[in-house]
């Protein structure tokens, strides 16, 4: 298995490193990159859309954050898509536990799964083993 590039878009520190330390306690992960809010992801993916190992395997999003939003940040990534030549998992991470929300995220095609925090870190390891 190559090693995952994996994404955390999501504006809490606390969230931003603990997810970081499980992630870097599983083999199968090669990188880890966090972003504060959308729109520095995607210009992160826009500027690295042609190098492949610098994209992500999976992104792990957050729906509230400033600056840009896990929602507004997928339906500019959804048009995004075409244009690269990877495919990317990525999966809705939030506390939020409203039915709008759910709902929502389950909409999106490209949305591979609405997940609940704290994230277990057995979870993680099971996404990533599932690639």
Do not use: C, W
């Amino acid at each position: 298995m190559e090693p995952v590039n994996v994404f955390v878009i999501d504006d809490d520190d606390i969230y931003q490193f603990t997810i970081a330390v499980t992630l870097r306690s599983i083999p199968a992960v090669g990188s880890t990159r966090t972003f504060s809010d959308g729109a520095e992801a995607l210009e992160y993916i826009v500027v690295h859309q042609n190098d492949e190992d610098k994209l992500p395997d999976i992104i792990f999003l957050d729906i509230n954050m400033p600056v840009m939003d896990g929602f507004q940040f997928m339906e500019e990534f959804v048009e995004l898509l075409p244009s690269l030549k990877k495919s990317i998992k990525v999966y809705m991470v939030s506390s939020s536990m409203d039915p709008k929300d759910i709902k929502r995220a389950k909409r999106i095609d490209e949305i591979s799964d609405y997940l609940i925090k704290p994230l277990n870190p057995a979870d993680i390891k099971e996404i990533i083993a599932n690639l």
